[in-house]
Nanobody, 124 residues
């Protein structure tokens, strides 16, 4: 069992930056792949980024590539999402997710555990 708690969301102007954190409880954090998804009001949950067991295996949605960076610190049981050059269309509730598998995936149904989400609002 893994519990995930996101933090770091907030209100920022377009062009600004935020860093989201996701703290995981439970054992064997390093054996889980991790991901960030987001959901805007009235829209489906969209994939943002995923990371494998180490920081060398990552994959991003085209909409955030070059602006967002996902990373993890296995010693702290934490995954991060550094978001730069934020745009109003990045406004959403951001969720952290975990899956006990070896291959990264962008498919949300393949993730076993989810946090409650942290709100990111980007003003124009």
């Amino acid at each position: 069992q893994v519990q995930l708690v996101e933090s770091g969301g907030g209100l920022v102007q377009a062009g600004g930056s935020l860093r989201l954190s996701c703290a995981a409880s439970g054992r064997s954090f390093s054996s889980y792949i991790m991901a960030w998804f987001r959901q805007a009001p009235g829209k489906e949950r969209d994939f943002v980024a995923t990371i494998g067991w180490t920081n060398f295996n990552t994959y991003y949605a085209d909409s955030v590539k070059g602006r967002f960076t996902i990373s993890r610190d296995n010693a702290k049981n934490t995954v991060y999402l550094q978001m730069n050059s934020l745009k109003p269309e990045d406004t959403a509730l951001y969720y952290c997710a975990a899956a006990r598998r070896s291959r990264i995936t962008e498919i949300h149904t393949e993730y076993d555990y989810w946090g409650q989400g942290t709100q990111v609002t980007v003003s124009s």
